[in-house]
């Protein structure tokens, strides 16, 4: 079935590289996403990736894409305390009739300590 | 601020009762998604509209309804409200009906007791 999992904590020193992983399983996404979610707000789009891609870099964040191994990674460099939340990879669900759902992992918490 | 407005921002309601949620898009965005997220069910898709009509369908349950009005406003009715349902639900809105980049609200946070 439809299924986006990511590990559910990450912690990192302040001015390290953060790396959050996700695997979905519908090979047929078009598009991959990355939201981040800080207590008590909404859910801001951060990054995508359309699915014939390999990399996408935007300032601080790369996405990694290994459509092979249906496996997904966002790269913070130089992590900040105000990049401490939670994050979800969510990918375009083609299957089950819907093609413009998102389907969402359960998000990683990310912690950025001193 | 991505654009997209939802009220009310809280809600608290009895069991049994019956609520309804707003959204306003992006200026011009024609798509309107709903999504609730609960602690147990993560995030969730569902339903979508575009340009008025109902595009997509999730895992939406009978007792709630949805619709999108000519200005492109979308409201979210929730009836006979369990304990269940007690959860954030978020609308976005894209530009298009496909694959295009999902602009989150803030979220109304509804409270059942």
């Known amino acids: 079935g439809e299924d986006v999992e990511q590990s559910l904590f990450l912690s990192v020193r302040e001015g390290d590289s953060s790396v959050i992983n996700c695997t979905y399983t519908?090979?047929?996404?078009?598009?991959l996403y990355w939201y981040k979610q800080e207590p008590g707000a909404g859910l801001q789009l951060l990054t995508y990736i359309f699915s014939n891609m390999d990399m996408k870099q935007d300032q601080r964040l790369t996405v990694l894409l290994n459509k092979k191994d249906k496996h997904l990674s966002l790269r913070i460099a130089d992590t900040q305390t105000g990049d401490s939340a939670i994050y979800f990879c969510?990918?375009?669900?083609?299957?089950?009739?819907?093609?413009?759902?998102?389907?969402f992992g359960a998000g990683t918490r990310l912690a950025v300590h001193p | 601020d991505s654009g997209v407005t939802q009220t009310p921002k809280h809600l608290i309601t009895a069991t049994g009762q019956r609520v309804t949620l707003r959204c306003s898009p992006r200026s011009g965005d024609l798509s309107v998604y709903w999504y609730q997220q609960s602690l147990d069910q993560g995030l969730q898709f569902l339903i979508q509209?575009?340009?008025?009509?109902?595009?997509a369908k999730g895992n939406i349950l009978e007792r709630f309804s949805a619709q999108q009005f000519p200005d492109l406003h979308s409201e979210l009715n929730l009836s006979s409200l369990e304990l269940g349902d007690s959860a954030l639900y978020f609308c976005?809105?894209?530009?298009?009906?496909?694959?295009?980049?999902?602009?989150f609200g803030p979220g109304t946070r509804l409270t059942v007791l």
């Open positions: 519908d090979s047929s996404s078009t598009y």
């Open positions: 509209y575009y340009n008025g009509e109902e595009r």
């Open positions: 976005a809105s894209s530009v298009a009906g496909q694959d295009n980049e999902q602009f």
């Open positions: 969510a990918e375009n669900g083609r299957r089950s009739g819907g093609y413009n759902k998102l389907i």
